[in-house]
């Protein structure tokens, strides 16, 4: 049984790759797996476009974007401290391109209206964020015809079904010292996205399963698309 904390859950995550691999990722993956499916270009044409992560973790993905794609640049926002120092510590040589950023996901949006041209988020604060207050943090954020991509959990690692309502689950964690924690996952169905993105003001929303991850763990990665309307559309 996991225990209420304000730990930082994500200090063990991506901790072994960060002391051995400092490089700048050559490829952008949307999956779980990280090793296939669609690349950068489900963002649209990035040069010159003000780009935001979400839930950035060690910002590889930001720093892929940010070498390879000729941004104005590209805010890696995570609220993890642990994640931030890693990040840190990985890329800070590419700032003022890159940028990290220590926040909540949803407070460095309501503190940003209008500044983004794309907003992502790669298994980050999309899956572990409420959607009824981040999709719409994102869609004030953005500017007319700005996009939002995530991607996330098509169904529960393991294989149950995802949620049919905006529910979320409490999933096993561990706190920096070991001790078994829960953190809340919002792992939903296609139709729950679509009416959430609609509610938040979103159109042309899109969703597809574009690759199933293989392995024990049977995860499948949900991309998911929106545009928020009303001006020149990035890419
Ligand atoms: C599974 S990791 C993914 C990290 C990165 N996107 C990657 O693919 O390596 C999830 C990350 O989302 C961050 N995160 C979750 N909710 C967040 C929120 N509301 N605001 C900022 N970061 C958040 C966590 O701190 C964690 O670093």
Redo the contacts with the bound molecule.
Sequence with gaps: MGRVTTE???YH??RTRAARDRSVPACFHWTWS?DGGPGPEILGNLTGRVVG?????????AAHLATHHSPARVVA????P??QAMALDLFRHLTPRLRIVP??????LRSATGTYDVLY?????A???DPRE?LPAAFAALRPGGRLVFSTLAHYLGGAPAQHDAVHADIPAKTPDGEAATMRRWVLQEHVWTKLLGEAGFTEIGTGIPFVDGGSRAASTLLVKAIRDGGTRTG
């Excluded at 992560?53 to 993905?61: I, Q």
């Design positions: 930082d859950l994500w995550y991506g990280q992560d979400l839930g950035s973790g060690t910002a590889r993905h926002v995570d609220a993890s642990a994640q926040s909540d996901a949803v407070a460095h988020s790669v298994f980050g604060a899956d572990f964020t981040l």
